[in-house]
C-alpha cells in the first residue's frame, strides 16, 4: 500500500514556474513508477509525465520542454518542475503511482493523490 500527498499549488501568472511535490508513505518508493496527470473542469484526467522504476521519463507533447519530473527515493518524493506556464495547464494536478513500467492511462495506476490545484493567470 502506497500513500500519496500532493503539494506545492497555487495560482501563478502565465510564463511563471512552479513546482509539485508528492511525498509517498508505505512500501519502498523506488520500486514503482510514478506519474502526474492533470484533470481541467469539464475535461477528463489526462497524462502529463512519468518517472519509472528504473528511471526513464517520458511527458505529454503539450508539456515537453516545459516540465520535469523527478524523483528524490532517499525522501520517498516526486516532483513534478512546472516552467513557463500557460493558462491551459490550470487544472488540479495529481500524483499517482504504480508497481511495474511506464503508463500514459489513468485507469493503470494503482494509488492517487487528492491533487493540488494549479490556476494559471493571463
Known amino acids: 500500500q502506497v500513500q500519496l500527498v500532493e503539494s506545492g499549488g497555487g495560482l501563478v501568472q502565465a510564463g511563471g514556474s512552479l513546482t509539485l511535490s508528492c511525498a509517498a508513505s508505505?512500501?519502498?518508493?523506488?520500486?514503482?513508477?510514478t506519474g502526474w496527470f492533470r484533470q481541467a473542469p469539464g475535461k477528463e484526467r489526462e497524462f502529463v509525465a512519468v518517472?519509472?522504476?528504473?528511471?526513464?521519463?517520458l511527458y505529454a507533447d503539450s508539456v515537453k520542454d516545459r516540465f520535469t519530473i523527478s524523483r528524490d527515493n532517499a525522501k520517498n518524493t516526486a516532483y513534478l518542475q512546472m516552467n513557463s506556464l500557460k493558462p491551459g495547464d490550470t487544472a488540479v494536478y495529481y500524483c499517482?503511482?504504480?508497481?511495474?513500467?511506464?503508463?500514459?492511462?489513468?485507469?493503470?495506476?494503482?494509488?492517487w493523490g487528492q491533487g493540488t490545484q494549479v490556476t494559471v493567470s493571463s
Open positions: 518517472f519509472s522504476w528504473s528511471g526513464t521519463t
Open positions: 508505505g512500501r519502498s518508493f523506488s520500486r514503482y513508477t
Open positions: 499517482a503511482a504504480r508497481y511495474g513500467g511506464s503508463r500514459f492511462e489513468a485507469y493503470e495506476y494503482d494509488y
